[in-house]
């Protein structure tokens, strides 16, 4: 005799559905709202998609400081980079962007910014930077230390970088002020 | 007695497998990997105001080492490439900073423990208006630049080394740094008050091979105006001074030559007796106006000059120019003073030297006059247009 299966109806609580959608939703409105507003976003991580390029026309900042680091990579778990620090800066014709391929064809996934934008609290993770660059008050320097990283130091009171291109590992904007903000992905030929 | 001779021969053995050990730990240990100092590579480095000076400075190994400092008040660095290796728990890390382009710092500083160069000797403490320096190592381990445009710059950070070879040490700094501090102090300030040579063994000689200097100069004026005129003057300072004496000499010889054949005749004249006496009148009296002439002549020479260029409705060509020069050079009065008299000419003068200044490079970006002495200017602005082809038109108003 086979033993009967038994069916367990089970019920959703509606008043618990019903509040944490509720809540999910306000939370997310409340978000996109304040960015909408200010325009302003705060502490933005932009890691863990591998390397990526940052090109821009024209960047000024002020604080900056140059020292290098070992950070993971679309490629390796630890890689050589240079960590720049920058206070405070703006950035006219801002692109980030990416290539994926996908079945054999490359795909690119570019954010563009069409007005200037201004971060604070900057950190980029680069392993290459290629640019025009102006420095005020340039220090290169060794220190004498058993940590690595502490044993040569580039700074400037301001860094004006022209026609630039970045090989980024790692961004994190402590704000973000990036209006006229577009995100497209278009098929490339590479 | 058994238990005695396993005591040796246990003894034996734990001595020779400490030394064993001792012996392998030394080849164990890996290469210790030198990231003293960032090593800077220029093809060429061209400077005004350069002063070198022994300091004291931190590296990465320590608190506190003589070193070579240059002070720069302004340079432009063709070629440049900035490395500097650190040992990362990953193993070598070269952090690259290569500029294509040239680069241009004001107010820069340099601290370094060794250096090869091709240039002319530096000195402790001594102000060079004008330095060159090609095939440029050095091992810095400070660097300052109150304003700094590096031209396609390109930043790299990669495993391994991508360092070039270090050159050695200088050797003064080597002696310094086997002192005592105390004592290290008061060498320095001798070394400084006494001017001594610091990237030579003698004031003269150059780290250069032999001939380097020669070869310096050569090719540094083909490439731009601004940058290598400043280094004529220093293989050839004397040429200036000496030929505006050619013009001064040589209007004195058409004075003495006429007196020759007037002399001789004479003798036959005066073996004859009265009648010959009186025809010496009219002999003598040609003399006056070769004389009188001659001095007019020698007047009109230094009057020319200004004459000259007023008419030429103030069009300069490349005799004039010279004249002109090398009559302020006599005079020892700048360009735009030699026509003081006349307020137009002067006008045009003033003009003039700007724009051979501007040329030399002896003008700064404010529009200031770089200071330097009237009569080295002059003599670069000789220089400068002594290779124009004869005739040439140097300056129009």
New interface residues.
């Given amino acids: 005799m086979e033993s009967p299966v038994q069916l367990v109806e089970g019920t959703t609580s509606k008043k618990v559905f019903w509040s944490a959608l509720g809540a999910g939703i306000l939370t997310l409105a409340l978000l996109l709202v304040s960015f909408g507003v200010s325009g302003v976003a705060y502490a933005v991580p932009i890691a863990g998609v591998g390397d990526f390029y940052v090109e821009f026309d024209k960047l000024v900042g002020t604080g900056y400081t140059?020292y290098?680091k070992?950070g993971e990579t679309g490629t390796s778990d630890?890689?050589?980079?240079?960590t720049n620090l920058i206070e405070n800066l703006t950035i006219d014709n801002l692109q980030l962007y990416k290539d994926f391929k996908v079945g054999g064809e490359w795909i690119r996934v570019k954010i563009a910014a069409s007005k200037p934008v201004q971060i604070s609290g900057l950190q980029h993770d680069?392993?290459?930077?290629?640019?025009?660059?102006?420095?005020?008050?340039?220090?290169?320097?060794?220190?004498?230390?058993d940590d690595?990283?502490k044993?040569?130091k580039q700074t400037s009171s301001t860094i004006v970088l022209e026609h630039a291109k970045l090989k980024t590992h790692y961004l994190f904007q402590k704000t973000i002020n990036m209006n006229g903000m577009k995100l497209t992905v278009e098929k490339i030929n590479k | 007695m058994w238990w005695k001779s396993k005591f040796i021969l246990l003894s034996c053995s734990l001595t020779l497998m400490f030394l064993s050990i001792c012996s392998l730990g030394k080849s164990v240990h890996a290469e210790k990997l030198d990231t003293d100092g960032f090593i800077i590579e220029a093809d060429r480095v061209v400077g005004s105001g350069m002063t070198a000076s022994i300091v004291k400075q931190e590296t990465t190994e320590n608190d506190q080492k003589p070193m070579l400092r240059f002070q720069y008040q302004s340079a432009t660095i063709y070629g440049m490439r900035l490395t500097k290796l650190v040992d990362s728990a990953n193993g070598p890390v070269s952090i690259t900073l290569k500029a294509s382009g040239p680069v241009t710092v004001k107010g820069m500083t340099v601290d370094t423990t060794a250096i090869s160069f091709k240039g002319a000797c530096i000195k402790a403490s001594e102000t060079v208006p004008e330095l060159g320096m090609e095939d440029v190592v050095m091992v810095a381990h400070y660097m300052k630049a109150e304003d700094s445009l590096i031209e396609k710059l390109v930043l790299n950070t990669i495993s391994g080394n991508a360092g070039s070879e270090k050159p050695g040490k200088l050797q003064v700094l080597q002696d310094l740094s086997l002192l005592p501090l105390n004592q290290l102090d008061k060498e320095v300030e001798k070394i400084s008050a006494g001017h001594l040579p610091l990237t030579c063994a003698d004031g003269s000689k150059t780290d250069a091979p032999s001939g380097g200097i020669g070869k310096i100069t050569d090719p540094i004026q083909d490439v731009t105006d601004v940058v290598t005129k400043p280094l004529d003057p220093v293989t050839k300072p004397l040429e200036p001074i000496l030929k505006p004496l050619d013009p001064v000499t040589k209007p004195l010889e058409p004075i003495l030559k006429p007196l020759d054949p007037i002399t001789k005749p004479l003798e036959p004249v005066l073996k004859p007796l009265e009648p010959v006496v009186k025809p010496l009148e009219p002999v003598l009296k040609p003399i006056e106006p070769v004389i009188s002439s001659t001095t007019e002549k020698v007047e009109q020479v230094v009057k020319s000059v200004c004459e000259q260029m007023e008419d030429a409705k103030g069009v300069i060509h490349k005799e004039l120019a010279l004249a002109l020069i090398d009559e302020a050079i006599a005079k020892k009065l700048p360009l735009n003073k030699v026509c003081q008299s006349n307020t137009s000419l002067t006008k045009e003068l003033q003009s003039w030297e700007e724009s051979l200044l501007k040329s030399l490079g002896l003008i700064d970006l404010l529009g200031k006059v770089i200071v330097q002495d009237p009569i080295q200017q002059l003599n670069k602005m000789r220089d400068n247009i002594s290779k124009t082809k004869d005739g040439a038109i140097i300056f129009t108003p």
Wanted: no cysteine; hydrophobic share 45%.
């Fill in positions: 140059f290098p070992m630890s890689a050589p980079q240079g680069a392993d290459l930077i290629e640019a025009d660059a102006k420095f005020q008050n340039l220090v290169v320097q060794e220190k004498h230390s690595w990283q044993q040569f």
